[in-house]
């Protein structure tokens, strides 16, 4: 079993900056990537950015040239670094993991709350 423990949410303004951290508890050496989805009031929840264990990453086009994920593997740790941050990135955050050999993610954590607003 895995467990994922997020922070770094909050209230942002508009152009302005946020770190989120997610940091793995449990059976880690069994993860191939982890990443973050987000999930918008009355949307669908869309993937954000992922990143394996020997650090390729993926972004959604809207975010690209403003996040960026990266990863400690000794630390167990999962970073989205969030930049030029808009209103229309208010979303509950959660942080994802998939193990070796799956396909979907395996594992999420509680999710935090990121508001860009004046």
């Known amino acids: 079993q895995v467990q994922l423990v997020e922070s770094g949410g909050g209230l942002v303004q508009p152009g302005g900056s946020r770190r989120l951290t997610c940091v793995g508890f449990?059976?880690?050496?069994?993860?191939?990537?982890m990443g973050w989805y987000r999930q918008a009031p009355g949307k669908q929840r869309e993937l954000v950015a992922r990143?394996?264990?020997?650090?390729?990453?993926h972004y959604e086009d809207s975010v690209k040239d403003r996040f960026t994920i990266s990863r400690n593997n000794a630390k167990n740790t999962v970073y989205l670094e969030m930049t030029n941050l808009k209103p229309e990135d208010t979303a509950v955050y959660s942080c994802?993991?998939?193990?070796?050999?799956?396909?979907?993610?395996?594992?999420w954590g509680q999710g935090t709350q990121v508001t860009v607003s004046s």
């Open positions: 994802m993991a998939v193990a070796f050999g799956s396909s979907e993610p395996d594992y």
């Open positions: 449990g059976s880690i050496s069994s993860i191939w990537t």
């Open positions: 990143i394996t264990r020997d650090y390729i990453t």
